[in-house]
């Protein structure tokens, strides 16, 4: 593992932590105002020592809200990954054990999803539903099940004419038992290299959505709520929009890295020697 992968991965580990220990870590509940301390710089632009990352214009402490903000994003972009991951893996296997027409039709359901923006479809269903985090992290989870779909379809058809998948079934085996006890065991890891390649497009999609103010809304907070109220602050505060901005660059670059260093740990024709 190269330099840039460990601290990838450390990034990543660090930023778990992060979300899981939000209650413990935030010096300041990130809904506490106080207008006499708006827009106070951070430590670094001489700022003092309670507000290390600065306030926003309503006084609420920025790295409190850094903190919970990093919680609420990872957990859309983590259920809305699994949610997507799940429902285009049990479509796969059903276009591969199935085929004929059933196949066709989910192969036609897939090139329609292709073909359509995650993010225009999610504003779409958005504008004609409302708002609520349910809907939201559904609308998440759509982007990107259609690579799912397609991979475990590829991936099954293939082991199905492996010899062992037929003397398991001459053996009488279930199908059930076929793709719980041999066929999933044998693409899992294909699908966990995919979703995490894919992880970065779902935060993105998630940030897109909540800096548009279509996504998490006040008083809650997100990567992407933090950033779309700090662009009007840019020239005076631009504390309010960088710090999320950078979280939001650094987690999707070190899950990238992460995903291309698992996608060549786990491909059978890269020479690792």
């Known amino acids: 593992m190269s330099p840039i992968v460990k601290a990838s991965a450390a990034f990543l580990l660090l ?8 209650d413990w870590l935030a010096p300041i509940h990130f809904t506490t105002q106080n207008l006499a301390a708006r827009l106070r710089p951070p430590l670094s632009e001489g700022g003092g020592m309670t507000y290390w990352l600065g306030t926003d214009q309503l006084g609420r402490d920025i790295l409190s809200r850094l903190i919970f903000a990093i919680r ?6 983590v259920l ?6 799940v429902f285009g893996t049990l479509l796969g296997f059903v276009a591969a054990r199935f085929k004929g027409l059933v196949d066709q039709g989910i192969m036609m359901l897939v090139d329609a999803q292709a073909a359509i923006p995650a993010l225009f479809l999610a504003l779409t269903m958005l504008a004609f539903f409302g708002n609520n985090i349910l809907l939201f992290i559904i609308l998440v989870s759509i982007d990107g099940w259609d690579r799912y779909t397609r991979l475990t379809r590829g991936l099954v058809v293939s082991e199905q004419e492996s010899e062992y998948i037929n003397a398991v079934e001459a053996l009488g085996a279930r199908p059930v038992r076929v793709i719980m006890r041999h066929l999933l065991p044998n693409i899992v890891a294909a699908l966990v290299v995919q979703a995490t390649l894919n ?9 897109s959505l909540s800096f548009l103010g279509l996504g998490v809304q006040p008083p809650g907070t997100s990567l992407g709520l933090m950033l779309g109220e700090g ?21 999707t670059l ?5 995903g291309d260093w698992l996608r060549d740990r786990f491909d059978p024709t890269v020479d690792r020697g």
Not at 15 to 22: D, F, R
Not at 72 to 77: E, H, P, Y
Not at 254 to 258: D, E, G, N, T
Request: glycine share 8%.
């Open 80 to 85: 809305g990954t699994l949610i997507g991951a």
């Open 231 to 251: 662009r009007r602050y840019l020239l005076n505060a631009w504390w309010i929009a960088v710090f999320p901005g950078l979280t939001i660059f650094l987690t």
């Open 15 to 22: 930023t778990v932590l992060v979300a899981l220990l939000a």
């Open 199 to 207: 992880f970065p497009g779902t935060i993105l999609l998630e940030t």
């Open 254 to 258: 070190s899950m990238s890295l992460f």
């Open 72 to 77: 609420t994003s990872i957990l859309i972009a």
